[in-house]
């Protein structure tokens, strides 16, 4: 483990701002040479961030997991100065899509928790492999005798969000509506969102959640979106803005980071063979595998949200009450400090204590959920899929542009079964 010499901070944590260049094709497709130089010139940043938006960017891993910890730091954007944030989010009903454990501080964030944790803690997640499993295969029987494919659509895509679609008890066949409409709601790229295109799109979600909720109480089922509906209408532990912005944190954040995953860790397999061919010869390096993905090039990029509730210091910067601070999750497990040789992809890495699933109170609860798809859908794709191989050169894969980092398409081929 290397050591970083005491130092102040760089021009950066100064007057002026650094810019994450999301208009830039280069930057998006490998934002990794830009953050290794924001990290060693400086532990905290100003920066202008996805959306325009002003951000103050802690680079190290050290300080990264202490500020995941730190009650100072708030997730509740309504804490934040910078009215933009609030500007890029529905202008109506905002009540309810802020009202979920995701932008919640205790002692809410505690109740809302503890609602849904029971559905995904490791003992139950572990009961759902066998079904996992079984939609795995079926996404591989389709695609295996055409011996080509786009991994995103065929597969890394419809797999988790049926996953959550069943285990929530929402409709799968309406899962391309809700696609379409999370993808208004949270990509970013350079420009601030269109305030027409976010109001358009919650309106849709909106609609289309209270309408769950309505057939949910005619008709309540063995799934967790009945038993939400219970907690609100029968127990009174969720308001009615409450329960709609939870069915959306477990709509979207149920599938749209363990699509990147899945397909984040395909295209890092595929794009480094020596990686490829020792997890062929040894599956059982798999778990370890899908923990590189997520430290490596992981699906949240550059990192968590936290807003300061009061001034705060973070590696001798002194950060004001408000500031929006970006605890950079994607450049601090890439510190050598903490990770020998961390831009080397190792799927036998020991000791990887990436904060790719944040830290603290706020903790990934998908966490197991996510660990078991990619461990299934990868591995099965590597076993059903001989010869698997990209169809474009690495460089060629389209990436998302900000926030959520996964390609946006994986188009490969492979030896047709059959």
Not at 23 to 28: I, K, M, R, S, T
Not at 194 to 209: F, K, L, S, T
Request: one cysteine or more; hydrophobic letters at 40%.
């Amino acid at each position: 483990m290397t050591t970083r010499s005491d130092q102040p901070p760089g021009p950066g944590a100064g007057e002026r701002p650094v810019l994450l260049p999301y208009a830039d094709p280069a930057f998006v497709a490998d934002p990794f040479p830009l953050y290794r130089h924001l990290r060693e010139e400086a532990p905290v940043h100003r920066a202008v961030i996805a959306g325009g938006l002003d951000a103050w960017l802690v680079t190290r891993h050290e300080d990264a997991l202490e500020a995941l910890s730190d009650p100072r730091l708030g997730s509740d954007v309504r804490d934040a100065t910078d009215t933009r944030l609030l500007r890029q989010l529905p202008d109506t009903e905002r009540e309810a899509m802020l009202g979920n454990m995701l932008r919640s501080d205790p002692p809410d964030h505690t109740r809302l928790r503890r609602l849904v944790s029971q559905a995904f803690t490791a003992h139950r997640v572990a009961g759902m492999r066998p079904r996992v499993q079984a939609l795995t295969d079926r996404l591989l029987d389709e695609v295996a005798p055409a011996g080509r494919a786009d991994l995103v659509a065929d597969f890394a895509l419809p797999l988790p969000v049926t996953v959550i679609s069943e285990l929530l008890g929402v409709p799968v066949d309406d899962r391309h509506d809700f696609q379409r409409w999370t993808d208004r709601l949270i990509t970013r790229g350079a420009e601030p969102p269109d305030p027409a295109v976010v109001n358009e799109a919650w309106q849709h979600m909106r609609g289309y959640i209270t309408g769950l909720i309505r057939d949910k109480r005619a008709h309540p089922g063995d799934d967790l979106l009945s038993a939400l509906v219970t907690a609100r209408d029968e127990e009174r532990r969720l308001t009615g803005d409450e329960l709609i912005a939870m069915v959306f944190l477990l709509l979207a954040a149920g599938y749209i980071t363990t699509v990147n995953l899945i397909a984040g860790g395909l295209a890092m397999l595929l794009a480094h063979p020596a990686q490829l061919g020792l997890l062929r010869s040894d599956p059982g390096l798999l778990p370890g595998a899908v923990e590189e993905f997520l430290r490596y090039d992981g699906p949240v990029n550059p990192g968590i949200a936290r807003f300061a509730r009061e001034d705060v210091e973070i590696a001798g910067v002194r950060i004001p009450r408000g500031s929006t601070v970006l605890i950079a999750s994607a450049i601090a497990d890439r510190d050598p400090v903490r990770f020998p040789d961390p831009d080397r992809l190792d799927i036998t890495r020991r000791d990887n204590a990436h904060l790719a699933f944040g830290h603290g109170i706020h903790y990934c609860l998908g966490a197991p959920l996510a660990r078991l798809e990619g461990e299934i859908a990868i591995g099965t794709a590597l076993r059903r899929l001989p010869g698997l191989a990209l169809a474009v050169r690495p460089h060629e894969i389209p990436w998302r542009p900000g926030g959520l980092r996964g390609p946006l398409t994986l188009p490969v081929t492979f030896t047709p079964a059959g």
